[in-house]
């Protein structure tokens, strides 16, 4: 089975663009959470979608929304971008709100 | 104080010893627990889960939990180079919608 995809894979913006991250799951999976990761840290929870609705919200600015699919991808959308949004983006699915995660390989987004 | 903490490092242990990385947690709601596995410049690997207390064993990982104390830890037994990696412990609080990562512990395991 095919794991976690998300894309694009790397992303240069400058400040103030929007931009938007795309992750398909694991089939069979219904469940997506998005990740922001910087140097030296672990990743930070931005959203959790399951069955289509935010489940979770970690703490981060209103510049940040998602929202699930009826095939159960997602979508992370950053508006207004500023320098300190440059990270990697990890897309993680599971069955189910509490179990097991499995990451994708990540979207590093650069802010200039 | 983070809500998930974990000892930076970096540990070192010779090859073929036990590694021990220990987390602590704030959250007395959560439910979920999780070991991560995460090489530099790749995303994490998902390692152990455990979901109640004691010790669960998966080849050389050994998880376990003490829900009483907020700990949780992970061996790591005959310890081999391909070890060396950032180990990232995750705590999950389904009610609270919310999913908690520590900063990891990186593990070098020497030749």
């Known amino acids: 089975d095919a794991g976690v995809t998300q894309s694009p894979t790397h992303l240069i913006k400058t400040r103030g663009q929007h931009v938007t991250l795309r992750c398909s799951p694991i089939?069979?999976?219904?469940?997506v959470s998005w990740y922001q990761q910087v140097l030296g840290q672990g990743p930070q929870f931005i959203f959790q979608y399951y069955e289509k609705e935010e489940r979770g919200r970690g703490n981060f600015p209103d510049r940040f929304s998602a929202r699930q699919f009826p095939n159960y991808s997602s979508e992370l959308n950053v508006n207004a971008l500023l320098l300190g949004d440059s990270a990697l983006y990890l897309c993680?699915?599971?069955?189910?709100?509490?179990?097991?995660?499995?990451f994708g390989p990540g979207t590093r987004l650069t802010v200039l | 104080q983070k809500e998930v903490e974990q000892n930076s490092g970096p540990l070192s242990v010779p090859e073929g010893a036990i590694a021990s990385l220990n987390c602590t947690y704030s959250d007395r709601g959560s439910q979920s627990f999780f070991w991560y596995r995460q090489y530099s410049g790749k995303s994490p690997e998902l390692i152990m889960s455990?979901?109640?207390?004691g010790d669960k064993e998966d080849g050389r990982f050994t998880a376990q939990l003490n829900k009483a104390s907020q700990y949780v830890s992970l061996l790591i037994r005959d310890s081999q180079p391909s070890d060396s990696a950032t180990y990232l412990c995750?705590?999950?609080?389904?009610?609270?919608?919310?999913?908690?990562f520590g900063d990891g512990t990186t593990l070098t395991v020497k030749p």
């Open positions: 993680a699915s599971s069955r189910y709100s509490y179990n097991e995660q499995f």
């Open positions: 995750a705590v999950i609080n389904t009610n609270a919608g919310k999913s908690t």
């Open positions: 089939s069979g999976h219904k469940s």
């Open positions: 455990i979901y109640s207390n």
